[in-house]
């Protein structure tokens, strides 16, 4: 796949990049080690006051870095202002926690005593060049939220974007640049898929944490378990939506609409599998196509534009295969299911789409929606919806709308997911704990616990 801005509301190629070759690749991994060692040396004060600074250029130039990313990746302007806001956001609150939350920790005096120590303590550390293979669904903020908790800690980061973002990613590497983060801190690689085993294996590199498909994650993940190397990976989902009897129908539908095509409905932790109890399905199912009829298809860079184009020509076929297989196969269309008018000869454009009377023999049932596409399941009772909702590969996280407390209870039991939220849609923040089980990935990104991912937990024991 070539490197190169193409923008996907109408297929023109904007600028082109050349990969970068053996020896740059050489030049800067050789920085990066070199970089490493002076920074890990640095005060949590220092690398704040950097990430702070990084922050406050983000906030100053959202608006023409969300342009940037409508014209690489064409998700709606004013949700690529959002985001960059929400990286700059995200920022700050690493710069102010990480020395709390990578603070020494001391185990109990009474088994301190017990090891015949005079005292113990748990320091975390950081391992050193850690490799990000990034998508470009999101392309500032899957960066940022690997990037700001890996400099806090004293890492450095070498990104491996997606190649249809280079512009985002070149940006990403100038930003921390000008914020005064010294050269070499973080990197951004212009490199086709090809040349990330090496990078992968080379012995400075200490480590990978990866967001994208299933197939890139094994393909990670094997070469750094060849290397016995730690990863993160934060794969595919197709996260159920459940309504109960007792939830705010009108609310939950509403809310479902955003859900789905939030980013164009290129999202993994959109909710994808809609499943209402039969007690209520009828009033959702017609809230929610009206609410998904109602959205506003057309030029991202528009304001008033809800759905833009899907990101590459590709994702959309993939798209269409999965819908017209459903549909050959007995589906049943409430809306969309097509191209939308007026966009079928320019830009990856596809109509917001439910699909409804699914069975387990179509594709649509396992396969995930990468795009303005949702199924719309009824559920006899609560068995029947966690049976459904489990009913995946994957296990990113899931949505469900009920006021009963023992209802609530059963769903945190049961669902096989990384995160539930109760009446509202999943979102990730920078203090709540994010990724997924099964197929989804393994471990976590943000919070302390995502901070750690990159440190040596070092015991440190002295004796009596």
């Given at each position: ?218 393909a990670v993940a094997s070469v750094a378990g060849d290397e ?26 509403r809310t479902a609409v955003t859900a789905r095509v939030q ?202």
């Amino acid at each position: 796949m070539p490197i190169a801005t193409v923008n996907p509301a109408n297929g023109e190629t904007l600028k082109t990049y050349d990969a970068l070759g053996a020896e740059e690749i050489e030049r800067r991994l050789a920085t990066a080690e070199t970089t490493f060692r002076d920074y890990r040396t640095t005060s949590f004060a220092e690398r704040a006051r950097l990430l702070h600074r990084a922050a406050d250029l983000l906030d100053e130039e959202r608006d023409d870095i969300g342009r940037v990313m409508t014209t690489e990746m064409g998700k709606p302007v004013k949700q690529a202002r959002a985001e960059a806001a929400k990286c700059a956001k995200s920022m700050r609150w690493y710069a102010d926690h990480a020395e709390e939350l990578l603070a020494d920790e001391e185990p109990a005096d009474s088994d301190v005593k017990d090891s015949g120590a005079s005292r113990v303590l748990v320091r975390y550390r950081p391992l050193g060049p850690v490799l990000a293979v990034m998508p470009w669904n999101f392309p500032l903020w899957q960066v940022v939220r690997f990037a700001a908790p890996a400099l806090m800690a004293g890492n450095v980061g070498l990104l491996k974007h997606a190649s249809n973002v280079p512009q985002t990613a070149l940006y990403l590497e100038d930003l921390f640049r000008r914020a005064g983060f010294p050269e070499g801190c973080f990197q951004t690689l212009l490199i086709g898929s090809g040349a990330v085993e090496g990078i992968l294996r080379d012995p400075r590199v200490k480590a990978a944490t990866l967001t994208g498909s299933e197939p890139a994650g094994r393909a990670v993940a094997s070469v750094a378990g060849d290397e016995v190397k730690k990863t993160v990976l934060e794969l595919g989902g197709s996260d159920p939506f459940v309504v109960m009897p007792s939830a705010d129908v009108d609310r939950a539908a509403r809310t479902a609409v955003t859900a789905r095509v939030q980013n164009n409905g290129q999202s993994c932790i959109a909710a994808k599998r809609f499943i209402v109890h039969t007690d209520v399905f009828d009033a959702f199912a017609e809230r929610f196509t009206a609410g998904m009829k109602a959205l506003k298809v057309g030029d991202p860079l528009d304001e008033d534009t809800d759905i833009g184009p899907l990101s590459t020509e590709q994702g959309r076929g993939d798209l269409e295969e999965l819908v017209d297989d459903a549909v050959e196969n007995g589906a049943t269309v409430l809306c969309g299911g097509e191209r939308p008018e007026g966009f079928t000869e320019h830009g990856w454009y596809y109509a917001p789409t439910i699909l409804t009377d699914i069975t387990p023999e179509m594709r649509v049932h396992q396969e995930e929606t990468f795009g303005p596409v949702a199924t719309l399941y009824r559920a006899a009772d609560l068995d029947e919806a966690v049976a459904l909702a489990n009913d995946t590969p994957f296990g990113l996280s899931s949505n469900v709308w009920t006021n009963d407390e023992a209802e609530a209870d059963r769903f945190v039991r049961d669902l096989e997911a990384g995160g539930v939220f109760f009446n509202g849609m999943t979102a990730s923040h920078p203090a709540f704990p994010f990724g997924g089980v099964k197929r989804s990935g393994y471990g976590r990104e943000l919070s302390g616990h995502g901070i750690r991912e990159f440190c040596n937990i070092t015991t440190v024991w002295h004796g009596a």
